[in-house]
């Protein structure tokens, strides 16, 4: 009944115009009729519960049956968030300052609460923090989050401060050298999956952002993105950008992507791992992890992560995706 409830409500919201925007997209780079395509479309939105952008996506009109059983699709990944994450504890993650209350000692970093902090408190921040992140409290996707240089600002930074909508100041994070000679320009961090169940938490799936010449490595911004292999931290695919150019080696370091370890990864496994028992009742997160000399640290947690990044067609070995993994951590069996 969920599935049939969620099939029509999508039905109902649907861009139609972009959906046929979508199947000419697939028609022109298969060849395939578009008769066909639209008849296909409809087929994987009721048995793989693949909406038109899954199916363009992830190149679905070329894989067999058995391939496509093991994409993790919208309605898919939605049904896991609505069953093993409970809304009522989302706000614990979600809020950049119950996030920092929560997970204080993970993110191994200074921050301050504008709403309470005082102008001395300020003060006393932004001496030991000249450079520092101002981050909206209710912020998502990266928006509205500003990096202040206090000796450049012009005005007063308290009053600007307070005016502004809630927010947390955080201390700057500096990355690993090996993450640094990948790409300086931006902090290129590890977007790791994790499903908790009881006391038990295990890693699902795990990727790397890395910017391409912009100081942020958001994949929607400039950046790329790659699989992190789970067990060992290295990367075996090269990496993509949303233009779908792959990269071996960084174009502007020249650093290999391919077959680079991403640097203690065991401890970045640790930390996800231990995390994913602070909030338990929040199953699923997508945890943001920076790699620092000194070790992991936690930028923020996103209780409602994607499914696309981390099962593009080309980080796919046989076509297989990621909901596999998912079912074995979850223990559902077929």
Same mark, same amino acid.
């Given at each position: 009944m969920s599935k049939l409830k969620y099939l029509f409500r999508r039905i109902l919201e649907m861009n139609y115009k972009q959906m046929f925007q979508k199947l000419n997209e697939v028609h022109e780079k298969s060849g395939k009729c578009k008769l066909?395509? @639209? @008849?296909?479309?409809?087929?994987? *939105? %009721?048995?793989?519960q693949a909406g038109y952008m899954d199916y363009w996506l992830f190149e679905m009109y070329n894989? #067999? /049956?058995? &391939? /496509? =059983?093991? !994409?993790?699709? /919208? *309605?898919? #990944?939605n049904s896991f968030i609505k069953r093993y994450n409970d809304p009522k504890y989302m706000p614990e993650i979600e809020n950049k300052l119950k996030f920092a209350r929560n997970f204080s000692e993970f993110m191994h970093r200074d921050w301050l609460d504008m709403d309470s902090a005082s102008r001395e408190e300020l003060e006393a921040f932004v001496a030991k923090h000249p450079v520092f992140m101002q981050k909206p409290v209710d912020g998502q996707c990266g928006r509205g989050i500003e990096k202040i240089n206090a000796a450049e600002f012009d005005g007063d930074l308290f009053e600007h401060l307070k #005016?502004?909508? $809630?927010? +947390? %100041?955080?201390?700057c994070v500096v990355q690993h050298r090996d993450l640094m000679a990948l790409h300086p320009c931006s902090v290129n961090t590890c977007r790791v999956i994790s499903f908790t169940q009881g006391s038990t938490t295990s890693v699902v799936a795990a990727y790397l952002r890395i910017g391409n010449g912009r100081h942020v490595d958001n994949f929607n911004n400039g950046g790329m993105v790659v699989p992190i292999e789970e067990d060992c931290g290295k990367i075996i695919y090269p990496a993509l950008d949303k233009h779908y150019n792959l990269y071996d080696? $960084?174009? %502007?370091t020249g650093v290999s992507i391919k077959g680079f370890q +991403?640097?203690?990864?065991?401890?970045? %496994?640790?930390? !996800? =791992? =231990?995390?994913? &028992?602070? +909030?338990? &009742?929040? *199953?699923?997160? *997508?945890?943001?992890?920076?790699?620092?000399d000194n070790g992991p640290l936690l930028i923020e947690g996103n209780d409602f992560p994607g499914h696309d990044i981390y099962q593009l067609p080309p980080h796919r070995t046989d076509g297989i995706g990621v909901l596999p993994k998912f079912e074995r951590a979850m223990g559902i069996k077929h």
């Open positions: 066909f395509i @639209f @008849f296909d479309m409809v087929y994987c *939105g %009721l048995v793989y894989l #067999n /049956r058995a &391939q /496509r =059983k093991t !994409v993790l699709t /919208r *309605g898919i #990944n #005016n502004a909508p $809630h927010c +947390v %100041l955080e201390e080696v $960084h174009p %502007l +991403v640097p203690l990864w065991d401890e970045v %496994l640790d930390i !996800v =791992k =231990k995390a994913g &028992q602070v +909030v338990p &009742q929040v *199953g699923i997160v *997508g945890w943001d992890v920076c790699v620092t």
